[in-house]
């Protein structure tokens, strides 16, 4: 989750993580890690009528890009705050 304090200490080219990362342990012990990376294409939008809403620009590879906002800020998480890291 990113929460709009979240929002507002990013940065440029910050890395966050798009819904579920996982960690698979294969044959022979091989560990594949399964994350979406997208990173901060621009500043944080914010309005002052409006306190609770929040906009960050984000990208995904070349081509893909979007908005990360108060609605779908739940799919979202700080690499520090990686479920991965915990294991
Ligand atoms: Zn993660």
């Given at each position: 989750m990113i929460t709009k304090e979240d929002a507002l200490n990013l940065k440029y080219r910050d890395e966050l993580?798009?819904?579920?990362c996982r960690k698979k342990v294969g044959?022979?012990?091989g560990v594949k890690i399964t994350n979406t990376i997208v990173r901060v294409n621009g500043?944080?939008?914010?309005?002052?009528r409006d306190l609770n809403r929040f906009e960050v620009p984000i990208?995904?590879?070349l081509y893909d890009h979007g908005y990360i906002d108060e609605r779908n800020a739940y799919d979202f998480h700080l690499p520090k705050d990686c479920p991965l890291l915990k294991e």
């Open positions: 993580h798009f819904k579920e044959p022979r012990d500043k944080t939008k914010t309005w002052k990208s995904h590879g």
